[in-house]
């Protein structure tokens, strides 16, 4: 499994996995105690792989800040979400040195770093396998114009 099915529920505390799509809603598993709950569509919902960070040079996708966590980290786990303000920062500076420290903040910064501690936890997330995710675009080939003769 990817991050491209892991969601991010207002007002529920860690991670799910999205299972099946309903008429109503969806229905997600929770990463944390595996139970299932359904989801209506009224419910503020946000796919982890549409989620990007502020930088100073546009947006950086959140699957690529976990890549950058994970190859610093050597795959292993990133500092705890819990550790104090200033440690945070510096450590996410380290990871993304370009981050706009004026949109960005510590409250998501902590997100982020729980967010990779659960994924990371589960073997969702590695340096191999957030870059065979990452699509890829191919080069348009362009055919020259036919002329007629």
């Given at each position: 499994?990817s991050i ?5 529920i207002?007002g529920k505390?860690?991670l799910?996995a999205?299972k ?11 990463l ?30 959140l ?10 980290e ?51 997330v590695s340096?191999?396998?957030l ?13 020259a114009?036919k002329?007629?003769?």
């Open positions: 499994m491209e099915k892991i969601l991010a207002s505390p860690g799910y999205l099946l799509q309903t008429r109503t809603g969806f229905v997600a598993e929770s944390i105690d595996g139970k299932k709950i359904t989801v209506g569509l009224r419910s503020n919902v946000s796919l982890l792989s549409e989620i990007s960070v502020y930088t100073y040079g546009g947006e950086v996708r699957s690529e800040v976990f890549t950058a966590i994970a190859e610093k050597d795959d292993g786990a990133a500092i705890s979400h819990k550790e104090d303000n200033a440690t945070l920062v510096a450590y996410f500076r380290e990871v993304m040195p370009e981050f706009d420290e004026d949109r960005v903040y510590t409250s998501d910064i902590k997100k982020i770093l729980n967010w990779y501690n659960m994924l990371q936890a589960k073997g969702l340096k191999a396998l870059k065979a995710d990452e699509p890829t675009e191919a080069p348009v080939e362009e055919e114009p002329t007629e003769e």
